[in-house]
């Protein structure tokens, strides 16, 4: 067994997966599973009988990462599922000859300067479950993970992408630090959070590029100076109109809805309940009288929980290396745009949703989050692509 360093998220170790008691088993649904190269070769050693079944579900592909994907039958379950909806690698062979993906989802190592940080991903019903009803602030803590071969890295963050300072890991560190901060600061409303989020990033997004070698103190200056403005209330005053300065583009919010309807994707069977919810068409302009109904849904389900809209962000700051997101390379204000997209796509189906049930529902806003996060966060484009 190998005993690998590692920081994660205080909910990390909690999480245990529901199996096939799952509503929707990421081994029913129609994903591809890559198989790596490592675990393909393990199975060369096999008894004929187990080998001759796993092979017969896998597939090399050429136009692939892993160079090998599991197949699935006609209704896009894993063909390696038994009867009893579990998986035979598993429970005849043992956990340790499981691919990488199957093996570690929903669980993603990123490798962070010379640290390895783990978090568990948003997409996985039970995972979203754990992190979003958290009412406790999430909290980072060193650890290790025990398991039979290396840790699957497949993402670095590349701070240099972003910054000319001769470690920009340290400047990384400082803004994700108070980006983390400023999101879990509970004496400001989630809206204020955001919009005190957005002034960082502004600001640090110059000295980002123009920060001199192994000079640092610009970005030094400016994380000090916010965070004894935050630690003073200073920005207290600004509460009561913090909604409605950070009212959603809604052109894209409902793009994003009639994209996807064009799709089989699961997350149709949420924005059905939106468009109920706030009786409306995607491809209509938005009713009279929509942003008041918006907000007042707000106000009466989610103004009093919004513990759980913070959980999700801070989930996508920590998983995407935010500031320095994985997704757009070139500019860390792209990347807040990106995130308060993913904030309002959220807030606007979980309030529609709550419309149309007449109340509040636990279950069905992990499911929710959960489809959203297959849907965009697994995406190779974000909201700059979609404009």
């Known amino acids: 067994m190998i005993e690998t360093p590692v920081i994660k998220a205080d909910h990390f170790d909690k999480f245990m997966c529901t199996m096939n008691l799952c509503k929707e088993n990421c081994c029913d649904i129609n994903w ?69 993906t199957c093996r570690f989802y929903p669980r993603r190592p990123v490798k962070v300067a010379d640290e390895i940080e783990v978090y568990l991903e948003l997409s996985c019903e ?17 650890g290790t993970i025990t398991s039979h071969r ?38 400001y409303n989630i809206h204020l959070r955001l919009l005190i989020l957005g002034l960082l990033i502004k600001q640090a997004a110059d000295l980002v590029k123009s920060c001199p070698s192994g000079n640092y103190s610009q970005i030094e200056h400016l994380v000090k100076t916010m965070f004894e403005k935050i630690e003073s ?22 793009g994003f809805f009639k994209e996807i309807e064009k799709s089989e994707n699961v997350i149709n069977r949420c924005s059905e309940q939106v468009s109920k919810g706030f009786n409306i068409d995607f491809h209509e302009k938005l009713p009279e009288g929509f942003h008041k109904k918006y907000n007042e849904g707000y106000i009466t389900y ?46 606007f189906m979980l309030v529609g949703i709550y419309l149309n049930n007449k109340g509040f529902d636990r279950w069905k806003t992990a499911e929710c989050v959960s489809y959203l996060s297959r849907t965009y966060d697994h995406s190779v484009k974000g909201v700059l692509d979609m404009e």
């Open 32 to 100: 591809n599973i890559g198989v790596d190269e490592e675990t393909y070769k393990m199975y060369e050693n096999l008894p004929d009988d187990i080998k001759e079944k796993i092979y017969d579900s896998i597939k090399v592909v050429s136009n692939n990462p892993f160079g090998a994907v599991i197949t699935k039958d006609d209704k896009g379950k894993c063909k390696l599922i038994n009867d009893a909806g579990l998986c035979i690698i598993h429970a005849e062979i043992g956990e340790e000859y499981l691919c990488n």
């Open 233 to 254: 209330g200073y920005y207290l005053d600004f509460s009561s109109k913090a909604m409605d300065t950070l009212e959603p583009n809604m052109d894209l919010v409902l």
């Open 150 to 187: 290396k840790l699957p890295i497949r993402r670095t963050l590349a701070a240099s992408s972003y910054c000319n300072a001769a470690d920009p890991n340290i400047v990384f560190h400082l803004l994700r630090s108070l980006s983390l901060y400023i999101i879990q600061s509970r004496q």
């Open 302 to 347: 989610l103004s009093d929980k919004e513990y759980i809209l913070e959980n999700y962000i801070v989930t996508a700051v920590l998983s995407d290396g935010f500031p320095f997101n994985f997704r757009y390379r070139d500019s860390i204000m792209k990347n807040y745009t990106d995130l308060l997209f993913k904030f309002n796509l959220i807030k």
């Open 126 to 142: 039970a995972a979203a479950d754990l992190i979003l009803f958290n009412e406790e602030k999430i909290t980072l803590e060193p």
